[in-house]
């Protein structure tokens, strides 16, 4: 028997007692929201007894972050998630000011390992708990990693949010971030990816930094991932204080995928490519897993620390959503992102077009809604002078909209959010530079009732920005500046 400590049982009841005032409407439908109150990273994303399970970054008492706990969920499809009691509380001495983010795994005795930050004061420790899908017990030898397995100039203030996988050896392995002591010259404050390897999951061994921030990505590199994929391997990472690089990279918060070769000996990865992850507005600290048929799946916090508006709070008993969980693939050296081919499952309605040629401002019968998957492709019409630009609005009234127009010339596609709800002054536009692939620019748009992702070109890009706007404003109209030939295919979800 779980001895649930009276911190834990004081969360689950007050999630149980609260979460029947949050109106189904009032939530995303597809995507994952927490229970009740505040969620931040996704965390301990697995596949475990037949089921997905999701836990994030939770306080359950407020839409702020606070002292962090991890909410709970699970879920058959990715896509409708089921509440779980609580699973942790920052109720231990080494995790007494929040159990941070982690990873989790299954392990061949049939239990459920779950991998975390335990902090306390300005210390932070990899701490274990153990549980069956449901109740976790933490270990009684916690913290498995402090201040004595890190090398020397490593930061102890800085040192979290360990991904565990396993591999075909049999052994464990996780990497967590840190950074170097600001003291350390050349490199003070500068992010690294430490890796450890573990018989058992219990008991952990430094092997080496795996890679390290030379000061071009940010600072330090918080929620590492790592693995292999399409016969490379891949580092994501979410680094703060990022300078912005052109249009790739966007100041503040960002996230950070490196590809290339993992050298096993000297235990150290060697990246050929760098490249965003998403281009949009709120996109941070992503995590992977690999599904059952082999695909690895990322979901991330929708949400980026820069640009959380919480004006549209107040009458709201929760703040912070995920992603849709993605299909990942690398293809010509870059990270591709898919939404789930679940989703799929959820289609209704489909309203099709083929080489609609306009200018000007143009609707279309039948395309319009605010739970829908709609795929754009727009091109030059033969023999004419080509378009300059092309906008598409959606989430649409007299009074709101949410803009993404291609400016044909430059190769920008542009998002924007201002006239979706926020009352605030936040950044409500991002652009992100894409090309066209046999004269054709493709746009895969989801909406759900609070969220745009876009997927560029089959996936090759994704911009993905939270929206407010009412859920009555569901108009669609497309708008050229000159001839444009398009296609448009649009299926209502759920
Ligand atoms: C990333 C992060 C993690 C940390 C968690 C705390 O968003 O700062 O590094 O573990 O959030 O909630």
Excluded at 198 to 206: E, I, K, V, Y
Aim: some cysteine.
């Amino acid at each position: 028997m779980v001895v649930i400590s009276e911190k834990l049982l004081l969360a689950r009841n007050y999630e149980g007692e609260n979460k029947k005032f949050i109106g189904e409407e009032s939530r995303p439908k597809f995507h994952f929201s927490p229970c009740v109150g505040w969620t931040n990273d996704p965390n301990g994303f697995s596949y475990y007894n037949g089921e997905y399970h999701l836990f994030y970054q939770s306080n359950p008492y407020d839409t702020v972050w606070d002292s962090m706990h991890w909410g709970h969920a699970s879920s058959k499809n990715l896509l409708q998630w089921d509440y779980l009691p609580a699973a942790m509380a920052p109720d231990e001495p080494y995790d007494s000011d929040g159990c941070f983010s982690g990873s989790a795994l299954s392990l061949p005795g049939g239990k459920h390992l779950l991998m975390y930050t335990g902090v306390c004061g300005d210390l932070q420790t990899q701490c274990i708990a153990m549980g069956d899908g449901k109740d976790y017990e933490k270990y009684e030898r916690n913290p498995v990693l402090d201040g004595g397995s890190l090398p020397a100039g490593m930061s102890r203030n800085d040192f979290r949010d360990p991904k565990i996988w396993r591999e075909e050896d049999g052994c464990y392995y996780c990497v967590a971030g840190s950074r170097w002591e600001e003291k350390e010259a050349g490199r003070g404050g500068l992010g690294a990816i430490l890796l450890y390897k573990s018989p058992d999951g219990f008991s952990w061994n430094f092997e080496s930094v795996l890679v390290e921030n030379d000061g071009r990505f940010g600072k330090m590199w918080e929620c590492p991932d790592f693995f292999a994929l399409d016969k490379k391997h891949v580092l994501l990472c979410s680094p703060q204080d990022m300078l912005p690089e052109g249009l790739e990279y966007h100041n503040g918060n960002g996230t950070l995928c490196l590809i290339g070769e993992f050298d096993r000996d000297k235990k150290k990865f060697l990246f050929e490519k760098h490249q965003a992850v998403d281009y949009g507005i709120d996109f941070y600290a992503p995590q992977t897993m690999i599904a059952p048929d082999g695909r690895r799946i990322m979901i991330a916090w929708m949400q980026n620390w820069d640009t959380c508006d919480r004006s549209g709070c107040k009458d709201k008993k929760w703040f912070g959503q995920m992603t849709l969980p993605r299909e990942l693939s690398i293809r010509n050296g870059r990270l591709y992102q898919q939404p789930v081919s679940e989703l799929m499952d959820f289609y209704s309605n489909c309203v099709e077009y083929r080489d609609i040629v306009f200018s000007g401002e143009r609707e279309l019968a039948g395309i319009e809604g605010r739970m829908i998957d709609m795929e754009l492709s727009v091109r030059v019409k033969d023999n004419a002078e080509p378009f300059k630009e092309f906008a598409v609005r959606f989430a649409q009234d007299n009074r709101y909209r949410t803009v993404l127009s291609y400016r044909r010339y430059d190769s920008v596609l542009n998002l924007d959010r201002k006239f979706s709800g926020s009352r605030r002054a936040f950044l409500h536009q991002r652009d992100c530079l894409v090309t066209e692939k046999d004269g054709k620019l493709k746009l895969r748009i989801i909406l759900d009732r609070f969220s745009v992702e876009v997927f560029i070109n089959d996936g090759e890009q994704v911009m993905t920005a939270t929206i407010m706007t009412d859920s009555a404003a569901k108009g669609i109209s497309f708008f050229a500046e000159g001839e444009v030939v398009m296609d448009v295919t649009k299926y209502d979800l759920f």
